[in-house]
């Protein structure tokens, strides 16, 4: 199935990630360096990154919502693209709320809680990068006409694997 949504021939949507994903990450490090004595202009960059960060990530939401939408139902594609939707959102409202809590704030600084929210919200952006790659890499969803919608997991072994005839 290949992607609805693409610029020059190429889907749209893995262009798009790869900034707020970067972004939230540089954004959690910065915080911590801040937190634990590094420079002050470190808080409000992070502040900042976490800032473009949602603007990039609510981007990349309207353009996989194009592919999600494209995927038929009953398959394994559309239950593992529904999955990495919701773990989307979940990244995009913590660091929401991280976002809120520091826009009128006194000092940009995180501190420790806000932190904690933002690992949080790395580890669900793990688990929906594993999940994204899942629907690219071995279902086929944006980029193969022909996609297996339907294939198993790749954390199953392969028959290959199970016989053990893998090299």
Known sequence: MESRLKALGHPVHPML???PVALFVTGTIF????TVGGPD???E???????VGLIGGLL???AGAFDLLAIPTGTRAK???VSHAAANVAVILLFAAVWVVRLNAESRAAGGALIA???VGLALLGV???LGGELVDRLGVGVDRDAHLDAPSSLRPSAAQRSGDVR
């Open 117 to 119: 929210i933002e690992v």
């Open 60 to 62: 990349a939401a309207v």
């Open 128 to 130: 929906s990068a594993w």
């Open 31 to 34: 915080d911590i360096v801040d």
């Open 79 to 81: 239950r593992v693209g």
């Open 45 to 51: 960059v992070a502040y900042w990154n976490i800032t």
């Open 17 to 19: 990630v790869m900034f």
């Open 41 to 43: 202009f470190l808080a």
